[in-house]
Protein backbone atom coordinates (compact mmCIF):
# COMPACT_ATOMS: atom_id res chain seq x y z
CA UNK A 1 0.00 0.00 0.00
CA UNK A 2 1.44 3.27 -1.18
CA UNK A 3 1.77 6.04 1.12
CA UNK A 4 1.26 9.76 0.84
CA UNK A 5 2.47 12.16 3.45
CA UNK A 6 -0.46 12.96 6.25
CA UNK A 7 -0.87 16.43 6.59
CA UNK A 8 -2.34 18.06 9.57
CA UNK A 9 -3.85 21.13 10.25
CA UNK A 10 -6.77 22.93 12.62
CA UNK A 11 -9.28 25.02 12.15
CA UNK A 12 -12.86 25.53 13.86
CA UNK A 13 -11.48 23.95 16.93
CA UNK A 14 -10.48 21.06 14.82
CA UNK A 15 -7.69 18.99 13.89
CA UNK A 16 -7.93 17.89 10.22
CA UNK A 17 -5.76 14.97 8.82
CA UNK A 18 -5.40 15.25 4.54
CA UNK A 19 -3.18 14.38 1.64
CA UNK A 20 -2.92 18.12 0.90
CA UNK A 21 -4.00 21.41 2.14
CA UNK A 22 -7.70 22.54 0.95
CA UNK A 23 -8.74 25.85 -0.39
CA UNK A 24 -11.42 25.65 2.19
CA UNK A 25 -12.25 24.62 5.39
CA UNK A 26 -14.34 21.43 5.16
CA UNK A 27 -15.69 22.25 8.31
CA UNK A 28 -17.09 25.63 7.79
CA UNK A 29 -16.50 26.65 4.56
CA UNK A 30 -14.01 29.48 4.71
CA UNK A 31 -11.73 30.27 2.08
CA UNK A 32 -7.98 30.03 3.38
CA UNK A 33 -7.27 32.13 0.84
CA UNK A 34 -5.69 34.75 2.25
CA UNK A 35 -6.40 33.85 5.58
CA UNK A 36 -4.04 32.86 8.81
CA UNK A 37 -4.48 29.17 9.78
CA UNK A 38 -4.88 28.82 13.67
CA UNK A 39 -1.69 26.29 13.31
CA UNK A 40 0.12 26.25 10.06
CA UNK A 41 -0.06 22.36 8.53
CA UNK A 42 2.86 20.20 9.76
CA UNK A 43 3.34 16.81 8.27
CA UNK A 44 2.82 13.87 10.99
CA UNK A 45 5.61 11.41 10.73
CA UNK A 46 5.22 8.22 9.37
CA UNK A 47 6.01 5.07 11.52
CA UNK A 48 7.45 3.34 9.10
CA UNK A 49 11.23 2.72 7.64
CA UNK A 50 12.90 1.34 5.47
CA UNK A 51 14.88 -1.82 7.55
CA UNK A 52 17.69 -1.91 5.32
CA UNK A 53 18.86 1.63 5.79
CA UNK A 54 18.08 0.91 9.80
CA UNK A 55 21.57 -0.72 11.09
CA UNK A 56 21.32 -3.16 14.55
CA UNK A 57 18.05 -2.94 14.83
CA UNK A 58 14.70 -5.58 15.50
CA UNK A 59 12.22 -5.30 12.49
CA UNK A 60 8.68 -5.73 12.14
CA UNK A 61 7.25 -6.16 8.66
CA UNK A 62 3.86 -7.13 7.23
CA UNK A 63 3.54 -10.17 5.31
CA UNK A 64 0.00 -8.40 3.51
CA UNK A 65 -0.10 -5.35 1.93
CA UNK A 66 -3.64 -5.41 2.10
CA UNK A 67 -4.41 -5.70 5.67
CA UNK A 68 -1.13 -3.74 6.63
CA UNK A 69 -0.87 -3.56 10.58
CA UNK A 70 -4.63 -3.70 11.00
CA UNK A 71 -4.27 -6.26 13.68
CA UNK A 72 -5.46 -9.53 11.26
CA UNK A 73 -2.30 -9.70 8.84
CA UNK A 74 0.64 -11.78 9.38
CA UNK A 75 3.71 -10.07 10.95
CA UNK A 76 7.27 -11.22 10.48
CA UNK A 77 10.23 -10.45 12.18
CA UNK A 78 13.94 -9.68 11.81
CA UNK A 79 17.50 -8.20 13.00
CA UNK A 80 19.25 -6.28 10.33
CA UNK A 81 23.39 -6.31 10.20
CA UNK A 82 25.39 -3.21 9.71
CA UNK A 83 24.57 -2.96 6.45
CA UNK A 84 21.04 -3.28 6.23
CA UNK A 85 21.04 -7.03 5.64
CA UNK A 86 18.01 -8.41 7.29
CA UNK A 87 18.06 -12.17 9.23
CA UNK A 88 14.98 -13.70 9.73
CA UNK A 89 13.75 -16.77 10.61
CA UNK A 90 11.30 -18.83 8.54
CA UNK A 91 10.44 -22.34 7.19
CA UNK A 92 13.33 -22.34 5.13
CA UNK A 93 15.74 -21.75 7.57
CA UNK A 94 17.92 -18.28 8.16
CA UNK A 95 17.49 -16.09 5.83
CA UNK A 96 19.55 -13.03 4.73
CA UNK A 97 17.89 -10.26 2.77
CA UNK A 98 19.48 -7.56 1.39
CA UNK A 99 16.15 -6.34 -0.05
CA UNK A 100 12.32 -6.44 0.86
CA UNK A 101 12.21 -5.06 4.41
CA UNK A 102 11.69 -1.41 2.92
CA UNK A 103 8.09 -0.72 5.15
CA UNK A 104 8.20 -2.15 8.54
CA UNK A 105 8.32 -1.03 12.04
CA UNK A 106 11.92 -0.22 13.91
CA UNK A 107 13.32 -0.76 17.28
CA UNK A 108 16.76 0.04 17.70
CA UNK A 109 18.64 -1.93 19.67
CA UNK A 110 22.56 -0.41 19.55
CA UNK A 111 23.20 3.21 20.72
CA UNK A 112 25.47 4.84 18.18
CA UNK A 113 28.29 5.46 20.59
CA UNK A 114 28.53 2.11 21.30
CA UNK A 115 31.37 1.08 19.44
CA UNK A 116 32.38 -1.86 20.42
CA UNK A 117 28.90 -3.68 20.30
CA UNK A 118 28.87 -2.42 16.82
CA UNK A 119 32.11 -3.75 15.75
CA UNK A 120 31.13 -6.90 16.71
CA UNK A 121 27.74 -7.41 15.24
CA UNK A 122 27.86 -8.91 12.17
CA UNK A 123 29.94 -11.62 13.60
CA UNK A 124 27.32 -11.90 16.31
CA UNK A 125 24.61 -12.37 14.36
CA UNK A 126 25.93 -14.35 11.69
CA UNK A 127 27.05 -17.17 14.60
CA UNK A 128 24.07 -16.93 15.87
CA UNK A 129 22.06 -17.64 12.93
CA UNK A 130 24.29 -20.37 11.80
CA UNK A 131 23.64 -22.42 14.54
CA UNK A 132 22.15 -25.79 14.51
CA UNK A 133 18.92 -24.55 16.29
CA UNK A 134 17.93 -22.49 13.04
CA UNK A 135 18.76 -25.42 11.10
CA UNK A 136 15.45 -26.91 9.32
CA UNK A 137 16.81 -30.30 8.99
CA UNK A 138 17.56 -30.54 13.12
CA UNK A 139 14.69 -28.14 14.44
CA UNK A 140 11.72 -27.71 12.45
CA UNK A 141 9.79 -24.02 12.70
CA UNK A 142 7.03 -23.56 14.99
CA UNK A 143 4.38 -20.94 14.76
CA UNK A 144 3.99 -20.60 18.77
CA UNK A 145 7.15 -21.50 20.18
CA UNK A 146 10.18 -21.45 17.46
CA UNK A 147 9.62 -18.59 14.93
CA UNK A 148 11.41 -15.80 13.87
CA UNK A 149 9.98 -13.80 16.97
CA UNK A 150 11.75 -16.34 19.19
CA UNK A 151 14.95 -16.00 16.96
CA UNK A 152 15.04 -12.33 17.08
CA UNK A 153 14.25 -12.09 20.56
CA UNK A 154 16.51 -14.89 21.47
CA UNK A 155 19.53 -12.91 19.53
CA UNK A 156 19.04 -9.89 21.38
CA UNK A 157 19.19 -11.80 24.63
CA UNK A 158 22.43 -13.43 23.72
CA UNK A 159 23.87 -10.28 23.04
CA UNK A 160 22.37 -8.61 25.89
CA UNK A 161 24.50 -11.64 27.85
CA UNK A 162 27.53 -10.25 26.35
CA UNK A 163 27.04 -6.95 27.86
CA UNK A 164 26.56 -9.20 31.18
CA UNK A 165 22.61 -7.37 31.02
CA UNK A 166 19.77 -9.98 32.15
CA UNK A 167 17.69 -11.10 29.42
CA UNK A 168 14.44 -9.63 28.58
CA UNK A 169 11.35 -12.14 28.24
CA UNK A 170 8.92 -12.11 25.34
CA UNK A 171 6.01 -10.24 27.85
CA UNK A 172 8.42 -7.60 28.20
CA UNK A 173 10.16 -6.99 25.05
CA UNK A 174 6.76 -7.07 23.23
CA UNK A 175 4.81 -4.76 25.99
CA UNK A 176 8.03 -2.48 26.33
CA UNK A 177 9.46 -1.78 22.96
CA UNK A 178 7.18 -3.72 20.42
CA UNK A 179 3.76 -2.89 20.55
CA UNK A 180 3.92 0.64 21.70
CA UNK A 181 5.02 0.91 17.71
CA UNK A 182 2.83 -1.30 16.49
CA UNK A 183 -0.30 0.22 17.95
CA UNK A 184 1.13 3.60 16.17
CA UNK A 185 1.74 2.01 12.91
CA UNK A 186 -1.96 0.70 13.11
CA UNK A 187 -3.10 3.84 13.89
CA UNK A 188 -1.15 5.92 11.64
CA UNK A 189 -3.00 2.95 8.85
CA UNK A 190 -6.32 3.36 10.31
CA UNK A 191 -6.09 7.17 9.78
CA UNK A 192 -4.62 6.86 5.63
CA UNK A 193 -7.72 4.11 5.23
CA UNK A 194 -9.80 7.40 6.54
CA UNK A 195 -8.38 9.43 4.31
CA UNK A 196 -8.26 8.04 1.06
CA UNK A 197 -11.92 7.25 1.31
CA UNK A 198 -13.49 10.29 2.46
CA UNK A 199 -10.50 13.03 1.74
CA UNK A 200 -10.45 14.20 5.27
CA UNK A 201 -10.44 12.83 8.65
CA UNK A 202 -11.40 15.22 11.65
CA UNK A 203 -11.67 15.64 15.01
CA UNK A 204 -11.87 17.51 17.96
CA UNK A 205 -8.23 19.46 18.73
CA UNK A 206 -7.46 17.35 21.71
CA UNK A 207 -3.88 16.64 20.19
CA UNK A 208 -3.12 19.99 18.69
CA UNK A 209 0.43 20.12 20.00
CA UNK A 210 1.06 15.89 19.06
CA UNK A 211 1.96 15.78 15.81
CA UNK A 212 0.01 12.20 16.03
CA UNK A 213 -2.62 10.63 14.83
CA UNK A 214 -5.92 10.41 17.05
CA UNK A 215 -5.36 8.14 19.41
CA UNK A 216 -7.54 5.53 21.00
CA UNK A 217 -9.03 7.51 23.59
CA UNK A 218 -11.11 9.46 21.10
CA UNK A 219 -14.55 9.99 21.27
CA UNK A 220 -14.61 12.69 18.40
CA UNK A 221 -16.85 12.24 15.10
CA UNK A 222 -14.96 11.08 12.29
CA UNK A 223 -16.34 12.91 9.28
Excluded at 18 to 45: I, M, N, T, Y
Aim: glycine share 4%; hydrophobic share 30%; charged share 25%.
Amino acid sequence: MDQKSVIRLSHCDKDMYCFFVPDQCPECGVSFSGKRLEEAPVSVPSPFSNGHKEPCAFLVASTDDLRDFDGSSDLHTGISNTSGTVYSYTRRGVQREPQGWERCVCVPLVHTHMFSLRSQWDQYLEKFSSAHTWDPACHSFDEESHNCYSFSLMFINCVLATQSKPALSKDEFTRSFVLPRIKRASKYMMLCREISQKHFYIVDSTHRNSGQGPSEDDDSKNK
